[in-house]
């Protein structure tokens, strides 16, 4: 049966669901950047996956911005140029990031200020690396999110929403722009040391160029720990 999917009254796709399903789950491919960065592209008129976004980004560098954050207090700022080898690996060279915490100098106070601060940088790579793993999908997970996700015209946007995609319950939404079925707005929720985590990415494009990451917040148990991720200054490599 064909289906259509209609915005502000205009037909703006005409195909089978399950040729679309089909075509956006071969298009997801792995993480651009440390966080979040899911690329669901198709041609709007045939449901065939647009050339991947990946290898047109490996063309620019750009400096990237992470802040952590525990209370709602800055705890730590780095910053960082971003470019791609010749092998395709994002490599991270940083410019600058906030000093070092002061610690006690010595006895009892020097060990447990110590420990809970190597505990809170544990907890930070967990976190990235639970964002990470939304990011790489196995491509068998990235069939059956698109099995079974339902995919609901928007205003300007297309939302494609599915659960259970690495735990049980958990939830991941994908809106893509109406038109050119770029990538806009990625939200997750999830769940670490059964407290909740909400991951949201925001996507811009660059001037005739790919679209990319501008910012990414990964929160957890509210804003118990929040890290925050700022993408910009792309410049395009001489080669």
Avoid: C
Wanted: proline share 5%; glycine share 4%; hydrophobic share 35%.
């Amino acid at each position: 049966m064909t289906a259509r999917i209609i915005t502000s009254g205009r037909t703006i796709m005409k195909t089978t669901t399950q040729t679309l399903r089909r075509a956006l789950s071969l298009a997801i491919p792995s993480a651009l950047f440390a966080a979040i960065a899911i690329n669901a592209q198709i041609d709007s008129r045939t449901a065939r996956p647009q050339p991947d976004n990946a290898p047109a980004l490996r063309q620019y560098e750009w400096k990237s911005r992470t802040e952590i954050r525990k209370d709602g207090e800055t705890k730590r700022v780095e910053v960082a140029a971003m470019r791609y080898d010749e092998n395709g690996q994002l490599q991270k060279t940083m410019i600058g990031s906030t000093p070092e915490p002061d610690l006690p100098k010595f006895g009892l106070r020097h060990r447990i200020a110590k420990n809970k601060l190597e505990d809170f940088r544990k907890k930070i790579a967990s976190l990235a690396a639970l964002a990470k793993s939304y990011a790489d999908l196995p491509p068998d997970r990235k069939q059956q999110f698109m099995a079974m996700a339902s995919i609901t015209p928007e205003e300007k946007l297309l939302r494609i929403e599915g659960r259970n995609v690495l735990q049980t319950g958990d939830l991941m939404t994908i809106f893509l722009d109406a038109v050119s079925r770029k990538q806009r707005r990625i939200e997750i929720q999830t769940t670490f040391d059964q407290k909740p985590v909400r991951i949201v990415s925001e996507f811009a494009d660059l001037p005739e160029g790919p679209s990319y990451m501008t910012r990414s917040q990964l929160s957890y148990d509210g804003n118990a720990i929040s890290i925050i991720t700022e993408n910009f200054d792309h410049t395009r490599l001489q080669r």
